[in-house]
């Protein structure tokens, strides 16, 4: 809930904002994708990732799960080019360097981090104006995502004026404003409740929709995952290996089939339907409870002390395949 607290002195840009640039410019159909092939990092005696290899295709959204402390953050960090592997090679749109990999990631962290003394506005545009905007320009980028993201009403606000979902909305407007086509997210839901975290599933799922990128997502919530991803990867326990990958149908059912969920906090026009019912009927869907019991068994093998099959088959379209983990 909005607490009670002066605004700042933060205002509406005086000049319309330019039309926000297509997804398509972000996602050229040359992109690469993200590579990772035989990834080993280790810190002194503790081995964190060993033999990690993932392709995230462009444009797609991978989501990794497994138990605490195998190394998924910390492929996070080798990705975005903040760490370097031990052995191995990694590739970002084609970007091997880390200056490179750096470059083409924005990175949404557990917590959303905003500077307290700056208002909704200007924690949105510390990305622009880190790459040389002034106020004034990044303030008229930004201010479109603002009002897509129901935030223009407190632009004036201080964060600590906000609910913790409203400020998880400011973060990853934030990064999305970045403008970069890889989006590297670290449980960004994970310190909320149940029924705010839910309801900022819904709200990014349908976020990406509209502005698609390159995700790759962490999380310790295997729904959470089924449900904002194209594919799901399993890791084991420390030292971190890729066990399983599954690949992710669509659950959509009802006049809208086969085509993307749009998250609305209101009732979808002509067709009755919430993003709330949408998401209840999707979580009920059988086969999506049995992917999610594949997934789940998956993990549990995961957190075994040897280690589950490395040979363990993908899941496609809700069937089991016995293709090799790519």
Do not use: Y
């Not at 067709?271 to 019991?293: E, K, Y």
Request: aromatic fraction near 4%; charged fraction near 25%; hydrophobic fraction near 40%.
């Amino acid at each position: 809930m909005v607490g009670r607290r002066r605004r700042t002195a933060e205002a509406r840009p005086s000049s319309a904002p330019p039309d926000p640039v297509s997804p398509s410019d972000l996602v050229p159909p040359s992109d690469p994708g993200i590579e990772l092939a035989g990834i080993r990092r280790g810190f002194g005696d503790t081995l964190a990732v060993a033999d990690v290899d993932l392709r995230v295709e462009p444009g797609s959204r991978l989501g990794i799960v497994g138990p605490s402390g195998c190394g998924k953050s910390t492929l996070l960090s080798i990705v975005c080019g903040l760490d370097e592997p031990d052995a191995g090679r990694i590739s970002v749109l084609g970007a091997t360097a880390a200056p490179g990999r750096l470059a083409h990631c924005a990175w949404m962290p557990q917590q959303d981090l905003l500077l307290p003394w700056r208002s909704v506005l200007a924690n949105a545009r510390i990305p622009l104006e880190n790459q040389g905007r002034g106020r004034e320009e990044a303030s008229r980028e930004v201010w479109p995502l603002l009002e897509r993201f129901g935030l223009a009403d407190f632009a004036g606000h201080r964060p600590a004026a906000l609910s913790g979902g409203m400020r998880q909305r400011v973060s990853f407007l934030r990064t999305l404003a970045a403008g970069k086509p890889v989006l590297l997210l670290d449980e960004p839901f994970g310190a909320l409740d149940a029924i705010t975290r839910a309801d900022l599933q819904d709200w990014l799922r349908s976020t990406l929709v509209g502005e698609p990128r390159t995700v790759l997502l962490v999380t310790h919530d295997v729904e959470e995952a089924l449900l904002l991803c194209d594919r799901v990867a399993v890791m084991s326990a420390r030292p971190g290996r890729i066990v399983s990958t599954f690949d992710v149908p669509t659950f959509d059912s009802g006049p809208t089939a086969g085509s993307p969920v749009v998250a609305t906090p209101t009732v979808g026009a002509g067709n009755g339907h919430t993003a709330g019912s949408v998401r209840r009927a999707r979580l009920a869907d059988p086969r999506f409870i049995a992917l999610r019991d594949a997934v789940l068994a998956s993990l549990e093998r995961a957190r075994e002390p040897e280690g589950p099959d490395r040979d363990a088959p993908r899941f496609r379209g809700g069937v089991a395949t016995p293709e090799s983990v790519r």
